[in-house]
Nanobody, 125 residues
Framework: QVQLVESGGGLVQAGGSLRLSCAAS????????MGWFRQAPGKEREFVAA????????EYYDSVKGRFTISRDNAKNTVYLQMNSLEPEDTAVYYC??????????????????WGQGTQVTVSS
């Protein structure tokens, strides 16, 4: 069983930055494809970014390309989401997720086997 714990959320003004962290335990991080998703009030959960096991491949939702960067430190069992130029539309609960069986970073929530509890990101205008 894999446990994922997100941190780093908070309140920031538009144009600001935050870095989210996701600490994994219960399984070596290098065996997992990792992703970030978000869910705003009244909306469905949506894909944000994903990264392959060895950091070779990444995928991003179109609206965050050029602003967000996903990375991982397998030695620290931690995945990061650096978020720059934040916009009010980025306000959501952000979830870390792990895919144990996939071959490529997926944009589909159903591909992921384990989920964190989420961290709130609020961007004020």
């Amino acid at each position: 069983q894999v446990q994922l714990v997100e941190s780093g959320g908070g309140l920031v003004q538009a144009g600001g930055s935050l870095r989210l962290s996701c600490a994994a335990s219960g399984r070596t991080l290098s065996t997992l494809i990792m992703g970030w998703f978000r869910q705003a009030p009244g909306k469905e959960r949506e894909f944000v970014a994903a990264i392959s096991r060895t950091h070779v491949y990444t995928e991003y939702y179109d609206s965050v390309k050029g602003r967000f960067t996903i990375s991982r430190d397998n030695a620290k069992n931690t995945v990061y989401l650096q978020m720059n130029s934040l916009e009010p539309e980025d306000t959501a609960v952000y979830y870390c997720a792990a895919d144990r069986d996939g071959n490529y970073p997926s944009r589909e929530a159903r591909s992921y086997d384990y989920w964190g509890q989420g961290t709130q990101v609020t961007v004020s205008s």
